[in-house]
């Protein structure tokens, strides 16, 4: 059965990601006979602050005099669910990719300080194997074309998008109870692997609200766009019109 999603899909990225975390998904769903009528694509690596992040969101909502679906992954979902707070008027529904909506764990707070004060301290070394395997499912970890392009972007994108990015979005507010008083819908999709936004917390959390809704994916990690692109863009067309 053939879907085309009429209302436009606005994409948010995840730290140290751009366009590319995206491309495989947006070819899925413009592949097979379904389509993707409208999108947009905010370009947080851009940014230099929460402010500049939240601006180009709302540029990118003047886009379309409609509402839009956001869809976000990683970063880019707390982000999406703070736009989506900002603007509940313009917002279809809000799909969060690898991402709590959450305030972050005292433990992740000074994870982002020692890699803020080795950015600083210009001893920064890129993207690690290891992290690059705590972000993926086992079964991706040997995938050298998803492998490349994770280093790619890292590369690309380097220590200062890196800092920006960290120190913009460090002091998170939870999200979670004002998202549930929304009238839009709530997806929260997740890699049954996934290290950062894991199960049982997407699980407990969307539990709170009718309006929220989990899923979760086989054989993905915190990589799901990747790793998993056919299976998301199916969800994505069942669920978004």
């Known amino acids: 059965m053939t879907h085309s999603i009429k209302t436009p899909v606005v994409f948010l990225p995840g730290t140290l990601c751009d366009e590319r975390i995206f491309i495989p998904l947006w070819r899925a769903l413009n592949s097979k006979g379904n389509s993707l009528d409208n999108k947009a694509f905010v370009p947080l690596q851009w940014a230099e602050d929460l402010s500049q992040m939240m601006a180009l969101n709302e540029d990118r909502l003047a886009y379309f005099p409609e509402k839009v679906h956001l869809v976000g992954y990683s970063m880019g979902g707390y982000i999406a669910a703070l736009v989506a707070l900002a603007n509940p008027d313009k917002v279809a529904s809000l799909t969060l990719i690898a991402s709590t909506a959450t305030a972050l764990a005292d433990k992740e707070l000074e994870q ?36 490349a392009l994770i280093k790619e972007m890292a590369d690309d994108l380097g220590p200062s998008v890196l800092g920006a990015q960290t120190e913009a979005t460090a002091n998170r507010q939870d999200l979670i109870n004002k998202l549930s008083k929304q009238q839009f819908n709530t997806y929260f999709l997740v890699g049954e692997q996934d290290n950062i936004a894991t199960v049982p917390e997407i699980t407990e959390i969307a539990a709170r609200a009718e309006r929220f809704q989990k899923e979760v994916f086989t054989n993905a990690g915190h990589m799901l766009p990747l790793e998993q692109t056919d299976a998301l863009a199916l969800f994505l067309h069942q669920h978004l019109q």
Do not use: A, C, P, W
Request: without cysteine; proline residues 0%.
């Open 112 to 147: 982002r300080k020692l890699v803020l004060k080795t950015i600083k301290n210009k001893q920064y070394k890129g993207m690690t194997q290891s992290r690059v395997d705590f972000m993926l499912h086992s079964n991706s970890q040997g995938n050298k074309e998803i492998v």
